[in-house]
Structure formats: C-alpha cells, structure tokens
C-alpha cells in the first residue's frame, strides 16, 4: 500500500521495517493523552502537576508513561532544574513542534468538516440494522436471522444474541443480553 506521494515512495507491508516503525509512532502520537500533552505544551512549557491539572481524568502513572513515551521519541524535552526540592519542566522540541502543527491542522479540519461528519453519522445509524433473533438449530449451532432493528448510536454497546437458557423449543424468542466491552 502507498500513501498519496507522501512516503516518498515507501511501499507499506508487514515485511517492509518502515512500515512498523511508521505504525510504531503513529501508535504514540496517535493516542488521546500524546495529543493533549502535545497540544498543551504548544502553549510554553509546563511541569508535570500543571498538566496534570489541565488535563482531566489522566492518572499520575498514565502521564509519566506519555510524557516518557514522548521524550523518547524527541518530541518533549525534560529540563530538571537544581532547586529544593527540584523542579522539572516539559516542552516540546523542535521536532514536537512540527507535530503540533500537523495535530494543528487536523483539528482544523475536524471543525471545519463538523457538519458533514455529524451527517454522515446520522445517515449510518438511521441504516445500520443489527440481527437480534436467534433460533437454537440442532445439530447446527446458532443461526442468527436477520431483523431490521436500526442501531440507537454507533457508540452503543457490544450486544450477544442468545436463547433463552433452558428452552428447547426451536421457535422461542431469542433476548438480548449486554456485556461490557473489554
């Protein structure tokens, strides 16, 4: 697979080493807490309770991995200062500021395309149907039929069919049961 001209010609397969390491680090800037910290040590630098302040619901250990994750990848530099006791700061390298201004103009076009993206999700939840009947065949296993039952939101949770426990018979309704996402 080829990227529109801009790999330089870099062919994307699971033998080719570019391709894992190109996966490698959009897996680290790609993730929710790399792209606040990213975003927020854009404004100057910070030290770590500041940012952990600012961004809520990341836990002290979850930031230390992000922050280090960052550093090892040249984009945040760590600056301790010879104090009592010692201050630390983060900020981004030249290189994290290249990064800011692609996450920059990402979220750009993430606003800017709001509407159609709001469209285009409500058109997919309007069509989208889920099977929610099974019957127990025997010998067969399960077969789901096909019901048109239209998705409430595409964020809802993962649901299994299954009989109802200690029916034998082939034409009982099947019920739906919700377990938690892993």
């Given amino acids: 697979m080829k990227l529109r ?12 080493a570019a391709c894992a390491f190109t996966r490698e680090v959009l ?4 993730d929710k807490w790399s792209v606040l910290v990213v975003a927020l040590l854009g404004d100057g630098a910070k030290r770590f309770n500041e940012l952990k302040r600012m961004i809520d619901g990341i836990s002290q250990r979850m930031l230390t991995l992000t922050l280090r994750g960052l550093e090892r990848d040249g984009l945040v530099t760590r600056t301790v200062f010879p104090t009592v006791p010692p201050r630390v700061e983060y900020a981004l ?12 103009e990402l979220a750009n076009w993430a606003s800017d395309n709001r509407d159609a993206i709001s469209q285009a999700r409500d058109d997919f939840d309007r069509r ?8 127990d065949g025997v010998g067969a296993g399960h077969l ?4 048109q039952r239209p998705i409430a939101t595409a964020a809802e949770r993962v649901r299994d069919v299954e009989r109802p426990r200690g029916s034998a018979r082939r034409d009982a309704p099947a019920t739906m049961t919700t377990r938690r996402a892993p």
Avoid at 93 to 104: A, E, F, I
Avoid at 130 to 135: C, L, R, T
Avoid at 144 to 147: D, K, L, M, Y
Wanted: proline fraction near 5%.
């Fill in 27 to 30: 897996t680290r800037v790609g």
């Fill in 93 to 104: 390298t030249p290189l994290g500021r290249t990064l800011l201004k692609t996450l920059t």
């Fill in 144 to 147: 789901a039929v096909r019901s």
């Fill in 5 to 16: 001209g801009h790999t330089r010609g870099t062919t994307f397969s699971h033998e080719n």
């Fill in 128 to 135: 989208e149907t889920i099977p929610y009947n099974a019957v």
